[in-house]
């Protein structure tokens, strides 16, 4: 039996009772009206952790795998913790500033989700990808990072919808930027909280944070301890019916009743069924996403300007050769004659094109869109 609330969505108290398998307040006893069980303190929590410590645990060798092909270099993600935590507690773990990338996933598990790099770390991740040893944390360096977590959380994404089969798993685009830990906004109450060992291959090793809110964190918890994913929203809430008593009819599971042909029905006595009320099912109508609301916000950007480039091609030139050049110099480009420019939003390769001329102007012809991979293979 199901007993759905006025808002169509579980408390965190009734989430906490359906791991930990007993009974929520406002819920129900077990004759749905008698006292509720109470829920011993930390004992979902912990074993939500360990759920989900094993999850991650277990991506940690294909993440390296992912992360050393990116860098092109020998890089391993190991020695993962996860622990509960309230903000304090947590931003004592944290050096003074910190790049925090803010990926939440937005459906399937729909919830707060971050990672977190020392300062130190994020300019070493930043410069093995851009092979540049002098790099600072600049807008290009911030883009740089968010594709890496871009490739994990993608990982993530994949391996879960494997585990759980839901298959409408998505995060927002990964968003990085350096700040003081005073102001990293974190989930409220208590979430949980993964540290990863980052080693380069450079001898020296780096801490990476993992943060998912309190109701991502129980969701894919509850999922992955086979007890079904609940999508909010109510698109989908999936349950084990297994060992069901019904009324003195013994039900030993819904997986077996696929032979219902050869059900003994000899204890039934004389009892006598009545003609059977059917009705059809009436569902919602679907509606398209992107309603009004958000037609309106994105009307409210619709008039920003924005710097758009086209980039013939680059080098890159000794001092004393740059202090060298005159008139007539010649120099000589990284792209091939003939090859596709590349177009720049902000300054950040959106597309390539072949250059053409439009009365006395050049102009571009866009002839390709790039990815975000191909993005990220550009940027050294």
Known sequence: MMMMMSDGALSQAEIDALLAGVDAPGMGGP????????????????ESRKILEAFLSATTDAQSSNLTKMTGSEVSLSGLQMTINGRDNFLAQLPETVTVVKADFNSGFPGEHLFIFSEEGAKAIASLMTKDENIELDEMAMSVIGEVVSQMIGHQITTLADKTGNKSIASIPPEAINVPKAVVALPTGDFAGATYRLDLG??????????????????????LSGGGSMQHGGNQMAGNFGGMNMGGMQMGGMGGMGGMGGMNMGGMGGMSFGPTNVQSVQFPHLMPHGGPQEAGNIGLIMDVFMEM???????RKLIKEILAMGEGTIIELDKLAGEPVDILVNHKLIAKGEVVVIDENFGVRVTEIVSPMERMNNMD
């Open 31 to 46: 004759g749905m009206g008698g006292p509720a069980t109470a829920v011993a303190n930390g004992g979902f929590k912990d």
């Open 309 to 315: 480039t086209v980039e013939l091609g680059r080098t």
């Open 202 to 223: 450079d001898g020296n090793t780096h801490q990476i944070w993992e943060v998912l809110g309190p109701s991502v964190a129980s969701d894919i918890a509850r999922a």
